[in-house]
């Protein structure tokens, strides 16, 4: 393995066009690799390595498809012994075994200990496609047609759920009309005097509002595209609650902060609601395997045979990773680790932010999807670029990037923790030209 591995980096190392590849062929449609500019080649927990050799502390893991780090040895051995073992790869949506291993225990670790009772309805790998048919599922069972999404929301980009996406240059990209969608403020868009929640109440229960009367409501708990923007308890079971005497569906995209990202596998759970329908995705697979997944209240089950209908409904090598990566949350020690995280990443964000008070900077989302944020808003783009320079990879988010995000993977090992917050508390102090504060806020921690 070493040799042929070292082989193919010098050969690729020679070659001249090693970058120009890329430049020439791929379209330039293409987006991470522009800020995050290397050529890749293995990875493990949260670190990358580069053909050069080059190591980076990972902080966006596949912006949350990587919430067990990269190839995580439990998951990554089920894979193999599968893969040796000439396990059924491709099977359309044809009963298999991996298929049934991983119904079985989602059910039993997932859905059983938190009283729920939905049905899994698989999609194409993607999670656009999760949400295209949730929403198929919401207008076929109501046969209303809107749908209300919130402001700065993202929920992909295909024409169905890019007109939920709330990106207005996303949007624009469609080149056709995005209808059958009323947007609506999310909690605190206002400002905090003003409960966005009983907007949403006053307009739906006033038959003159102009809304018409909505198939469902889809939101996130944390808009994680949209800048890190949470929801209260208060804020979402009021929104459900309304759309219940209304009968309207509530869709929870949980694609990207589900799956642990905020501490618990669904991020609504301790808020008090229950979702008719909810979406997962990226950390599904637990692997970076394409991997989605509906769950649906069992009266919602409306579609008939066919009506969703699509060659990657059933990646089996997703659900062996999928159902590998369900054992860690039957770990306690898994559980406990990832409290220890949130409670790390939260300590240490404060600490940065009173570090860099003169900067204003604020500490935004919640669990284990933390971010940063100044009122200049060019700060999270400039911190992310020196950051990579560092040797840190870490992404921004928000309608104009104004927010720097920081998604570890969930199992990061402690040193990789420490290195990655050193780098970009290095790079907060050069993005804003002061390399003092490093020294000032050492005494802030530890
Ligand atoms: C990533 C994401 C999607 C879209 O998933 P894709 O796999 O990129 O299509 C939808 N909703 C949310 C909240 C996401 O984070």
Wanted: proline share 4%.
């Amino acid at each position: 393995m070493a040799v042929a591995f070292s082989d193919q980096v010098r050969i690729v190392a020679n070659d001249s066009a090693r970058w120009d590849v890329f430049a020439r062929h791929e379209s330039d449609v293409r987006w991470y690799c522009r800020k995050f500019s290397s050529v890749y080649v293995s990875a493990s927990s949260a670190t990358i390595v580069d053909e050069d050799g080059r190591e980076y502390i990972d902080f966006l893991s596949g912006a949350s498809a990587l919430n067990y780090g990269h190839n995580p040895e439990p998951i990554k051995h089920a894979v193999v012994r599968y893969l040796s073992e000439d396990g059924i790869l491709h099977a359309l949506d044809l009963h298999t075994a991996a298929k049934r291993d991983f119904i079985a225990a989602f059910c039993e670790t997932v859905l059983k200990p938190r009283g729920l009772g939905y049905k899994l309805a698989f999609t194409g790998p993607t999670g656009t496609n999760a949400v295209e048919l949730a929403i198929k599922f919401a207008r076929h069972f109501t046969q209303r047609e809107t749908v209300i999404a919130f402001t700065n929301a993202y929920h992909g980009v295909s024409l169905g759920s890019l007109a939920l996406t709330g990106n207005r240059s996303k949007r624009a990209a469609a080149g056709i009309a995005l209808p059958g969608v009323a947007r609506l403020p999310y909690d605190g868009y206002l400002g905090d005097g003003l409960d966005t929640a009983a907007l949403f109440e006053r307009l739906l229960d006033d038959p003159g509002s102009g809304i018409d009367m909505p198939a469902a409501v889809i939101l996130e708990t944390v808009q994680a595209e949209g800048g890190l923007n949470t929801c209260s308890p208060q804020w979402l079971r009021r929104i459900c609650e309304t759309s219940r005497r209304h009968g309207i569906i509530t869709i929870v995209d949980d694609i990207q902060v589900g799956c642990g990202r905020t501490g618990t596998f669904f991020s609504f759970e301790g808020m008090g609601i229950e979702p008719d329908i909810v979406c997962l995705s990226k950390s599904l697979s637990g692997i970076g395997q394409p991997f989605s997944l509906v769950l649906l209240k069992p009266a919602l089950d409306c579609l008939p045979p066919g009506a969703h209908n699509g060659t990657f409904r059933g990646n089996n090598l997703a659900f062996v990773s999928a159902r590998a990566a369900l054992r860690y949350w039957s770990d306690p020690l898994f559980q406990s680790c990832l409290e220890r995280l949130c409670r790390t990443l939260r300590d240490r964000l404060d600490a940065i932010a009173r570090g860099f008070s003169q900067l204003h900077t604020r500490v935004v989302g919640r669990g284990a999807i933390l971010g940063l944020k100044w009122p200049d808003a060019t700060m999270a783009n400039r911190v992310s670029a020196a950051a990579f320079e560092r040797g840190l990879i870490i992404e921004t988010c928000g309608a104009r990037d104004e927010v720097l995000k920081l998604l570890p993977p969930l199992t990061i090992r402690d040193d990789e923790l420490e290195s990655g917050l050193q780098k970009l508390e290095g790079a907060i102090a050069d993005a804003a030209g002061h390399a003092t504060d490093l020294i000032a806020r050492g005494q802030d921690h530890e």
